[in-house]
């Protein structure tokens, strides 16, 4: 026997293959993250839009602008009102249709994070725009679809991201988290 076959055949017996998950498992939890990805998509595509276009009764750049100088944001808020929008629409629109499905969970996660960030101390609750348990709701959906990826029902169906969700999952949290620390430092 060659030890090309002999390789193959231990590799074989040490790791057997126990095949797929069975399919109404595993359609389950694909259906399962077509739904958190369709909400967290359009409710973050939608808040985007508020913030880029006025749309839905937003403020626009201008006025969210003013939001975020009541943040306690203090430079570049006007630039920050456009990256914080594209982000959520283009990241909304990403996770939506299960598309580079890392980098728009990504780009969601750390708009969250730095609205939990600067809500944090107003208390949990919304009362008067200070809560943030929503935002913390989004942020956790949002890690929830970085880390598990977008399932079967996406458009990421032949990429290693959606192969191997975990692995980039966490490249994505950590990109996410530079970003966010970036701009607390620069713009607070």
């Not at 306690?72 to 456009?82: C, K, P, V």
């Not at 499905?101 to 208390?123: D, Q």
């Not at 956790?140 to 169906?157: E, F, K, N, Q, W």
Request: proline share 4%.
């Amino acid at each position: 026997m060659s030890d090309d076959y002999q390789t193959s055949m231990i590799s074989d017996v040490a790791e057997p293959d126990n095949g797929p998950a069975p399919v109404e498992t595993r359609g389950g939890i694909d259906l399962g993250l077509l739904v958190l990805r369709v909400v967290l998509g359009v409710t973050m595509g939608a808040h985007g839009l508020q913030h880029l276009f006025g749309a839905f009764g937003g403020p626009g750049v201008g006025g969210f602008a003013k939001v975020l100088g009541g943040f306690g944001y203090t430079s570049q808020t006007t630039l920050l009102s456009w990256i914080t929008g594209i982000s959520e629409v283009v990241g909304g629109a990403l996770v939506l249709v299960g598309l580079f499905t890392p980098i728009g969970a990504a780009a969601l996660l750390g708009v969250c994070a730095n609205i939990v960030y600067v809500k944090f101390g107003g208390g949990f609750f919304q009362k008067q725009g200070q809560g943030f348990e929503f935002e913390l709701l989004l942020a956790a959906a949002s890690l929830t679809v970085l880390l598990a990826g977008s399932g079967r029902i996406a458009l990421d169906v032949n990429t290693p991201w959606r192969k191997r969700p975990l692995s980039f999952g966490l490249i994505g949290l950590l990109l996410s988290a530079a970003a966010s620390v970036v701009v607390i430092v620069l713009c607070r």
